[in-house]
Nanobody, 127 residues
Framework: QVQLVESGGGLVQAGGALRLSCAASGRTFIRLTMGWFRQAPGKEREFVAGTGWTGSTTYYAESVKGRFTISRDNGKNTVYLQMNGLKPEDTAVYYC????????????????????WGQGTQVTVSS
């Protein structure tokens, strides 16, 4: 089992920045493929960013490319999402997710591939 706890959400003005953190426990963090998803009211959950075991490979949704950066610190069992240039359309609940090592997946943007989820943290961007 893996437990994921997000933090860092809040209210920010358009153009501002936030950094989300996700602390993991329960299994060897270095063997977890990590991702961030978000879900806005009335919309389906969508992929935001992901990273492989070492953090050297990262990938992003087109809507956030160039503005958001995913990173991980395997020594702290934590993955981050730095969000710059925030827009009102970024408003959503942001979820941290992990793919267990048994799947052998080092990349996925599909929510169904993720085995573990955090409780979510609200990000609200005002115009």
């Amino acid at each position: 089992q893996v437990q994921l706890v997000e933090s860092g959400g809040g209210l920010v003005q358009a153009g501002g920045a936030l950094r989300l953190s996700c602390a993991a426990s329960g299994r060897t963090f270095i063997r977890l493929t990590m991702g961030w998803f978000r879900q806005a009211p009335g919309k389906e959950r969508e992929f935001v960013a992901g990273t492989g075991w070492t953090g050297s490979t990262t990938y992003y949704a087109e809507s956030v490319k160039g503005r958001f950066t995913i990173s991980r610190d395997n020594g702290k069992n934590t993955v981050y999402l730095q969000m710059n240039g925030l827009k009102p359309e970024d408003t959503a609940v942001y979820y941290c997710a992990a793919i267990g090592p048994d799947r052998g997946l080092h990349y996925s943007s599909r929510s169904g591939d993720y085995d573990y989820w955090g409780q979510g943290t609200q990000v609200t961007v005002s115009s």
